[in-house]
């Protein structure tokens, strides 16, 4: 089974090739775009596990954008107790959904 673990948007993640994730917005891409990941910490790749130092040159990984949308609400309510003091915000998160199409040990032809 070939994964790796990757740097994006300040997360880690571990992903498969043909799976779906969610990362922070790339304000860059557009729908039907492609992505590569280059800052690669963990590759598991064939029979092999390497490991960075701090990222494994030479390896990519090659995503599709899907589409961007915004996480559910999260409600900030901040309260002074005895002042009579209340506030309520909210806030939606942008993330861009990406599909894995490969993980590689060459240098991707861009």
């Not at 999260?74 to 003091?85: C, L």
């Amino acid at each position: 089974m070939t994964y790796a673990i990757i740097e994006a948007g300040g997360h880690q993640l571990r992903i498969e090739v043909g799976r779906f994730y969610d990362i922070d917005y790339v304000p860059q891409s557009k729908p039907e775009a492609q992505l590569f990941f280059q800052r690669i910490l963990l590759l598991s790749y064939q029979t092999e596990t390497i490991f960075g130092k701090p990222w494994i040159p030479g390896s990519y990984v090659r995503a599709k954008v899907l589409y961007h949308f915004q996480k559910k609400k999260v409600r900030v309510y901040k309260m002074q107790p005895k002042k009579k003091t209340r506030k309520l915000q909210g806030h939606r998160q942008l993330q861009t959904r990406i599909y894995i199409e490969a993980i590689g040990m060459a240098s991707p032809q861009i």
